[in-house]
Each structure stands twice: as C-alpha cells, then as structure tokens.
C-alpha cells in the first residue's frame, strides 16, 4: 500500500472582470490505498461490502473510508477507481479498464526430514490440483528454497509445464540452465547469482520480492514451507534479511499465504511463518490438520479482493501501524499490518 497524491485546485476571481484576475494554488490531498480481502468462517470470500462495513484504524487512530471497490481476482467486473494523473490505484495496470490475471508464486522450501518430508509431498500433489482453480488469464511460477533459492518456472499459464514441473523437476530433475522470458516476467528481474549465495529462507523472500516489485499490481506468494528463523534459548529470532524482505514484499504488493508443510501441532519455527503472512495480509495454515481446507481457504482468498481508500492521516512521515475489521458483518480482514509514507 502507498500514499498517492491527488491535485486540488482553487481558483479566486478578482472583484473586476476586466482585470479576470486569477490566483492559483495548488494543495496535494494524499490518499492510501489497502488491498484487504473480507473471508467468512470457512474462508469464503464476502462480496458486496461497503465502505461502511470496514472498520480502519492508523496508528490506534479512526480514520474515514473513502471507498471499498471489490475487485475480483477471477473474472473482474468492474473497473478499478483511476487516480488523477496516474495509471490505477498504487500502480495497478489496467487493460481495457480492467485489471489483468493473477499472479501466482509457489514457493517450496525444501527438507527430507521425517516430520516435513510427508507434509511437503502432500502438498506438492495438492499444489497440483490447485492449478485445476485458476483462469487462463492467470500466470504462476514455482521456485523453490533448500540451501539455496531456485527458480524453476517463470510465469506461464501452461499448465501442463506447471505440473510436471511441481510434480517431477522440483524433486528429481536437473535444475534449468536458462529461463524464458514471457511477459510479465519475473526472471526478467530475478537476481540468480544473489539466489546461488541465499543461506536463509528470509533472503530467499527479499530476493522473491524484489524481482516482483517493478510487475505492477497485486501478487500472491504461496509459501509450502517448514519454518523461518533460528530458536535462540526461548526466543525465535529472524534474520537480518527480514525487515528488508518484508518491506520489500509490501512495496511490490505481495501477499505471503504460509502453508505448514510439519506433521506437528506446533513446533517453534512457525513463529516466522505466521509472522510473514500477518505483516503481508496472508493467512498461515497448518496443512498436517486438513490440507483439504488449507487449499479451500487459499482458494477464497485469492477469489477477489477490497480496495480500501482513505485520506492519509496528518501524522509524521515514517511506517504507520493499519488495523482493518469488519462491523455489523461476521467475518475476518486479510490486510497488510503496516504502510510508510
């Protein structure tokens, strides 16, 4: 989310209409804009909310919505509200008035470990059903994460390449040489000799959102994964990389959803996976319980999403902290916890 300035013009006439003076200022209006999605119980997208059903907080503080434009991520159905002088909100691209496919990242972080090993196989069979949901105009790419960061799919909507490289290359097969580049792409923009060296799955994710930020518009990043961080005594501690990953995963609008691939009911390493998902306005699931609804719910989330517009609070320049509820309406906000203008 950003700051975006609207220009307001005031024009003053002068008492004699043969001088017609005129004076101009000009006074910038500052507007954020959120992607927030609004999901019931079961994960179910809540369509047809107002602004009136949201409830939006900065830094503890009320501030009025200006409006909530439902955008779908499926079929859209309506164009996105243009901000004068710029292409779509927060720098979306908009085709015809509407907004194109999805993006889709599946990343799979990597471990043969006895209580991971079953999960992430599960999963990646579910992630090939996942594929059955989306539209042609949706574009997806699969990296994957172990002691490095790989990158072994750019955006295709092939879906055939996309499962027999989720279901054979991403376990047994040689690593590609070289990568086409369609349009969008992201290996366009994928530093692969910073992915050689990244030692940390929080590496892995900055190097992941900065290849994503010059593609404009909202992305989703599906991380299967098995922990982040490293327990120190009593504490999870991430590493350094993940302040700068996580601002870089909200400067290029991405939404981590964090899928636990560990057959446990807890364990200390999913401290950071939760973490990612709630600054990013994803969701974490433990798949070991019913990967079936984990699937279920990723799929509701991805189904469209809220535009929420309000003016920016006269509050220093710097991070803010974004609280998003829903009133009179039952139900949860997906939103990103933070913007900086």
Known sequence: MRAVAFPVVAALLGSDP????????????ERVVIDARAVDGRGRPLRGLT?????????????????????????????????????????????????????????????????????LLRMQQKAVKFLET????????????DTHLKLWQDFTGDRGRLRRV?????????FPSGQSVDTP???????????????EPETALLLIAQAL??????????????????????????DADYGPARQALLDARVTVFTLDVTDADYHTLEVGLE??????????????????????????ALAGHYL?????????RGPHRVEVKLQGVKGDVLAKSSYVD
């Open 18 to 29: 043969a001088r017609d003076i005129r004076f101009r200022d000009e006074v910038d209006v």
């Open 51 to 119: 602004a009136a059903d949201f409830q939006v907080k900065v830094d503890g503080q009320p501030v009025a919505l200006e409006s909530a434009t439902w955008v779908s991520g499926a079929a859209p159905d309506e164009p996105l509200p243009l901000v004068e002088g710029g292409d779509g909100p927060a720098g979306d691209v908009v085709v015809g008035g509407l907004p194109r496919g999805r993006l889709v990242v599946l990343l799979f972080q990597k471990d043969f470990d006895s209580s991971r090993v079953s999960g």
């Open 134 to 145: 989306l539209d042609p105009e949706d574009r997806v790419a699969v990296l994957s994460f």
């Open 166 to 174: 989720i279901q054979r290359s991403l376990f047994f097969g040689k």
């Open 185 to 199: 792409s992201l290996a366009a923009h994928f530093d692969f000799d910073a992915a050689r060296r990244a030692a």
């Open 213 to 238: 930020q010059p593609l404009r518009g909202l992305k989703s990043l599906v991380y299967f994964g098995w922990g982040m961080g490293r327990l120190a005594g009593s504490m999870v501690l991430l």
């Open 275 to 300: 973490q990612v998902a709630a600054d990013t306005g994803g969701f974490y699931a433990k798949t070991h319980l019913s990967a079936t609804s984990a699937m279920a719910r990723l799929e509701g």
């Open 308 to 316: 929420l517009v309000f003016e920016k609070p006269p509050f220093r």
